[in-house]
């Protein structure tokens, strides 16, 4: 589902006619818990995020025109809006504070990362710049030191790329080829989506050094989206639908070609067992899971999309549904490529020779910022500083030195 990846950012401005869903009465999986409409006015609700402490959720919404970043209190209905322009402002995420909010803008052109105060919408700060490539979906780490985000490129010659950024030492790491990445609540995996061919997509973690990549969900039927972690890191939340169905249409936008789509919720422990789903009928897209265990997603319903949550996700009410459904496991495929052990020295360790581990891997002037140089799978490199833990100063065999991401370099 190229499409996807390349075009996602494209995304709804072209939404205002939005297909029908007659459905009046909400079917939900059997012992389902009730659903609850959290937002209500006309237009598009999208991507929530709920704070740590579950008092306030924020949301994008076209409900003024283009889409803006919005906060509320999930009780009530005063909505306070925080991003105000023509840009499209999306993808927000609570810091794990909830005083600061991540997003996505075009306001410069391409789509990039920005920062924002939470309660005041002021001391905005750009986290990337990068006018050839489009930065989405960006996630907290639990300590607020780190985003991980998918960074697509405007030309489409490539897919979906998940980097994290040190936002204390303005570095950025590559991490594997998905979207929609989430950090688990210990801040050791990240999970993510990824396009398998064929037009599907299926679920998958990795370590936050780029190692141990398992795939999570797979279905030969139903793809696979939109991944979030359960406040004890045991279960996902996802989307799954037909994808093949969407990749039929190519020029639709994304939520457009879901939106005519059966698209529903569902929930798995993270070794894959209890595939579960979670909500029945219409299209609902872009789930959040709160630390009190509720689930919060985008439903379409007539004229609109709003947020509706489900308490399906608290520990009692995933108790009830493990006991009246199998567990089902869908083994995972290996990907021996992406399981090796890559080489962290704990110390500076001057003279260690060490191959790079693909081909045209960038060498920087400094971690993250020029590149003066590239080199190939197999290129010997002299370790001269080992002390930054995702970079390495190295020694090229025509003389130059720079440095290199610790993830493409072993012994």
């Known amino acids: 589902m190229k499409f996807v990846m390349a075009g996602l950012v494209l995304l709804m401005v072209g939404c205002a006619q939005l297909p029908g869903y007659d459905r009046s009465e909400y079917e939900g999986h059997k012992g389902m818990s009730a659903v609850t409409r959290i937002t209500e006015e006309k237009g598009v609700d999208l991507f929530c995020d709920i704070s740590k402490d579950c008092q306030y959720i924020t949301f994008s919404s076209n409900r003024r025109g283009n889409f803006d970043i919005f906060i509320k209190k999930p009780e009530e209905q005063a909505v306070i809006q925080r991003t105000f322009g023509q840009e499209q402002d999306l993808f927000p995420c609570f810091a794990p504070d909830g005083k600061k909010i991540a997003f996505s803008s075009n306001r410069f052109g391409s789509y990039d990362i920005f920062i924002i105060d939470a309660f005041s919408g002021q001391n905005i700060r750009q986290v990337t710049y990068d006018e050839t490539t489009n930065e989405i979906a960006p996630n907290f780490s639990p300590d607020g030191r780190f985003l991980v985000f998918s960074k697509i490129s405007r030309d489409k010659k490539m897919g979906a790329e998940i980097v994290m950024a040190d936002l204390e030492k303005g570095l950025f790491t590559y991490i594997t080829h998905g979207l929609f990445p989430k950090f688990s609540p210990d801040g050791k995996k990240i999970c993510f989506q990824r396009d398998i061919g064929k037009g599907k997509q299926s679920i998958w973690t990795i370590e936050v050094n780029g190692t141990r990549e398992t795939e999570v969900v797979y279905n030969e039927t139903l793809s696979a989206m939109m991944p979030v972690w359960s406040s004890d890191g045991e279960r996902l939340c996802y989307v799954a639908f037909k994808g093949s169905e969407i990749e039929a249409e190519p020029e639709r936008s994304l939520i457009e070609g879901l939106l005519g789509l059966p698209a529903d919720i569902r929930m798995v422990n993270i070794d894959g067992t209890y ?40 520990k009692e009410e995933v108790k009830k549904v493990e006991e009246a459904v199998p567990p089902h496991k869908i083994v995972p495929k290996p990907d021996e490529e992406k399981r090796k052990t890559f080489f962290f020295p704990k110390q500076t360790e001057e003279g260690i020779t060490v191959k790079a581990t693909k081909d045209n891997v960038n060498i920087w002037s400094y971690p993250g910022k020029t590149v003066i140089a590239k080199v190939n799978k197999g290129d010997g490199l002299v370790v001269i500083d080992a002390s930054e833990k995702w970079y390495y100063q190295v020694k090229l065999p025509n003389g130059m030195s720079g440095w290199i991401c610790s993830f493409f370099v072993e012994k």
């Open 275 to 314: 595939d579960t789903q979670i909500t029945s009928g219409g299209t609902n897209l872009y789930p959040c899971w709160s630390s009190d265990g509720v689930i919060y997603f985008s439903t379409l319903r007539g004229d609109n999309i709003d947020i509706y949550r489900t308490e399906i996700g608290k």
